[in-house]
Structure formats: C-alpha cells, structure tokens
C-alpha cells in the first residue's frame, strides 16, 4: 500500500511541479523535440531504468515490478513531450529557443506570454515523479512510454513499434484535460490544406483609400474540446467584413493572416487592403460588427475588439480573381460544429476547424481540421471538402485520417477506475468519450486488446497563451494513479 510519506499533498505537489519546471526550460515544440528527448533518456538512464529511444525520438522505459508483484499484467503509463507554443500578440517569444517562463499562484499555474505546456508537460511530470518514487506503492511491471509530434500529426504514436504495446494488458493515458473525468474514447481527425497560387496587379489610384483591420480579444483555445463552446473564429470574422464592406464599394486585397495551426481556435486576424470607400464608413462598418458579436457572444466572447486603420499604399494587391476564389472558399467553409451526438446532445460528432491562412509572394494557404467520432464521418469530410476545393479553384492535399477510438463497454480498467476515484474523491468520475484526438486511437489499432483509459489533472484554455493549470488537481490524480496501478497488481 502507498506510505504516508509518499501520499502527502504537499509533498506530490512540489515534487511534480519541480518535474515541470525542468520541462518547461526545455524549448518542445512539435517535431522539435529532440532536445527534451534526450532529457528523459537522461533521466531514466540516471534513475537505473532500461530505456529506449527509438528514430522518432519516442522515449520507452521499463519500470520492474515491487516484490511479489513480479506476475502482474504489464501496465504502460503514456504521455506526449511536445506542446502547442503559442504566444500573446505582442509578447516576444521564439519557441525554438526560449523557454517558458511559470507564474505559480494561489490555484493556478500559467505562463509569462505563451501557452504554458501543461498539455503535456503535467502528464509527463506526474509520470517522472511516479517513477523516482515508485518504490512507495505497490505495482505491477510498468512501461513509460513518451511519444513525439502528438500535436502536429502524431507521428510519434504512429511509428512507435508495436511489440511495445503487444504484450501489454492495460494502458493508462495521461493526456486529458479534466480531473474527475475518465475518458474512454475520442474522435478521428484529418488534416487538411489548401492552396493556390496567387496573381498580384499594381493597386488602382481609383481605390484612394488603404487600410488595415485587425480582429483580437478572442479567447482561442482548443479545436476540439472548446469548438462548441461558442468562443468566435478570427478568420471568419474577417471574411465577414470584407463582405460587408464591398456591399458598399471595392475592394482589392493585400494580405490576410490569422490563426497559429490546425488545433487552436484563430484567436487573431487581419488584413490590409485598398477600397474606394471612405475611411469614415469602414470604420463604422467595423464598429457595428463588432457591437453586434458583443451582443451575439456577449458570454464567450465579451473582450472581440476590431481596430481599422489608415496605412500607406500596398505595393501590390490581389488580382480580382484570386480574391474571389480565396473570399468564397473561406465563406462556404463551415468551422465549428457540423453535427451533435442524437444519442448524447451534449456531445459534438462532428466538427472543423479553420485553424490558420497565411498569404505570401506565391501561394496563400488554409489549414482545416476536420474531426468526427466515427471514421466514416472523416471520409465524408475528405469528399465534401475536396469538391469545396475544385468549386473554388484550389487544391487541396490531405493528411493520412486518425482513426477514432471507440467506447468499450466491457473495459475492466475503466470499471477499476471508476471504483477507485470514487473511493478517494467522495464522488463518481465521469465517464465520457471526447471531440478531439488521442493518441490512444492508434495504440488500439496496434493492440486492439489493449484496455485503455485517458485521464488528466485540469487544464483551462489549452493551446492558448491563457493556459494554465489547476493546482489542487495535480496531488489527487497522482494518488488517483498510484492507487489504480496498486489496485491492478492486486486484483487483475
């Protein structure tokens, strides 16, 4: 049984947080994480473990059995290093380098500027000081195993070799974003690009007017998790304008940007652009939009704010042609919720997000991240949006699909889980499949035997520089852990 000295608040608390400080200096944005990598070879290596560290940067240790527990089934313990970087505007942040700087206060953990890393870094911190300690609580044979590039395509998951998952009975995911909720299924996704190359012609002296609109104060945030949550899509708002302003008049495009990446909710956009309408009326234009997503989204989104503003002429603006095809993409293309659950309204089905576009010299490009709970509907987005692609006149490329995972009802770890939290916490856990993708989708596709849960401490506003962590969370799931791998030893 788990010692009073390892179960005391105050002690998990300091320990995984000085775990997450180490992760936090390290720069471990996705398909960067060779550095961090190393890391947690190091660590493991130091504490005695055998490790592997395989050609995708995937970290996976072993972990022996207390005595007398040497028969139990193995268990693994499962994270990601990487993590969403993402900053406030303004703030000067080069993820490659710079490390994250925490802001510990009374309940909350958060970051100076940029997303905090929690997604994953928490999981993988409570993993570390499981390990260091484990001689505290009774268990069975354990696998950690850290993967790559959860954020940006799951490679890591993808390649990780299958004989580390084979012989493997339960697998323990540590990657969810709500204590007290027990995830045992979640959606597939594709990612999805589009692009087209551009034609640029001298701005006419006919459109004596150039300005430039800017679309912030938005909350952002996950693709998945919060895409019913009502929080506004930058990007769609500043096509909206576009159209309303050329309701009254021309205009010729320069540039448009807005969003940070496929699974982050745009939180910012803007645009810059030559018209003949007067300075005084695009303002106007701007200022009622923006009272009227006050009004709409007076809940979720009550800090909208759009600024116009007089610049200097652009050198070069789109040919009509290229604006057309660009503004009719990006209006007939939903993002947000496509379809509700009929046998859980609660829960989302189906979903996409326009997550980012960027213009350059060449080419512009759309990022979109369809997601859906059921395979088929992903097949049904990858038809329908390349028909949406051909209409406009762009093309279109799309990632390989994640596949979903699906609800077990007979899952005996989730019945133990289930026992235990409510044992520890005076309280039943909610059980619930989730929109937005997992890893675990893919370790049940190697190992469809594999009995798997996904759980988490609580982390608010994910992938967003107003992420932060819910202190008084991160004690109980490391008990909540411990507790379940005794309870496996014992029982299974």
Not at 141 to 146: P, V, Y
Not at 279 to 296: D, G, M, R
Request: aromatic share 8%.
């Amino acid at each position: 049984m788990m010692n009073e000295k390892f179960s005391t608040q105050e002690k998990i608390l300091a320990g995984v947080l000085e775990e997450f400080e180490k992760l936090a200096a390290i720069p471990r944005p996705s398909k960067h994480e060779e550095q961090v990598s190393n890391y947690l070879k190091n660590f493991f290596e130091e504490h005695g473990f055998e490790v592997v560290q395989d050609d995708f940067k995937n970290i996976i240790a072993e972990v022996p059995a207390s005595f007398g527990r040497e028969n139990s089934p193995l268990t693994i313990l499962q994270a990601h290093m990487d993590m969403v970087c993402v900053a406030a505007d303004g703030y000067e942040f080069n993820p490659l380098t710079d490390p994250i700087k925490l802001i510990r206060g009374e309940k909350f953990l958060e970051a100076q500027g940029t997303s905090l890393g929690a997604d994953d870094g928490i999981g993988i911190a409570e993993i570390l000081y499981l390990v260091k300690n484990h001689k505290d609580f009774s268990h069975g044979k354990l696998r950690i195993i850290f993967t790559t590039d959860e954020e940006s395509g799951m490679s890591g998951a993808i390649n990780l070799d299958k004989k580390f998952l084979s012989d493997a009975n339960f697998l323990i995911n540590c990657d969810s974003e709500k204590f007290g909720e027990l995830v045992a299924g979640s959606a597939g996704s594709v990612h999805v690009t589009f692009w087209r190359e551009l034609h640029y012609v001298r701005p006419d002296t006919k459109l004596p007017n150039n300005m430039e609109i800017k679309i912030g104060g938005l909350r952002g945030g996950h693709s998945g998790e919060e895409i019913s949550s009502g929080r506004i899509n930058a990007i769609k708002i500043a096509v909206y304008i576009m159209r309303q302003i050329t309701q009254h008049g021309k205009i010729r495009l320069a540039n448009l940007r807005g969003g940070r990446a496929f699974n982050v909710i745009p939180d910012s956009a803007e645009f810059i652009f030559a018209t003949d309408i007067q300075v005084s009326l695009v303002e106007k234009i701007c200022a009622e939009v923006e009272q009227k997503l006050k009004k709409v989204y007076a809940t979720t989104e009550p800090n909208v704010k759009i600024e116009a503003k007089v610049i200097n002429r652009p050198d070069k603006v789109l040919h009509v042609k290229d604006y057309d095809a660009l503004s009719n993409l990006l209006t007939i293309i939903h993002s947000g919720v496509y379809l509700m659950n009929s046998e859980n309204p609660a829960q989302v089905l189906a979903s996409a997000n326009l997550g980012a576009v960027r213009m350059d010299d060449n080419i512009v490009e759309l990022k979109i991240l369809p997601r859906a709970n059921a395979d088929e509907l992903v097949e049904e987005f990858i038809e329908g949006f390349g028909q949406a692609a051909k209409l406009c006149s762009f093309e279109s490329k799309f990632s390989a699909p994640t596949p979903a995972w699906k609800f077990n009802s007979d899952s005996k770890l989730l019945k133990i889980a289930e026992k235990i939290f409510t044992e520890q916490n005076g309280y039943a856990p909610e059980v619930k499949t989730i929109h937005a993708g997992l890893e675990t989708s893919f370790f049940a596709k190697k190992n469809p035997a594999l009995d798997i849960i996904s759980i988490g401490t609580t982390n608010e506003n994910i992938h967003s520089p107003n992420e932060r962590l819910l202190l008084e969370t991160v004690a109980p799931h490391v008990k909540f852990i411990a507790a379940l791998l005794e309870k496996i030893a014992e029982e299974v």
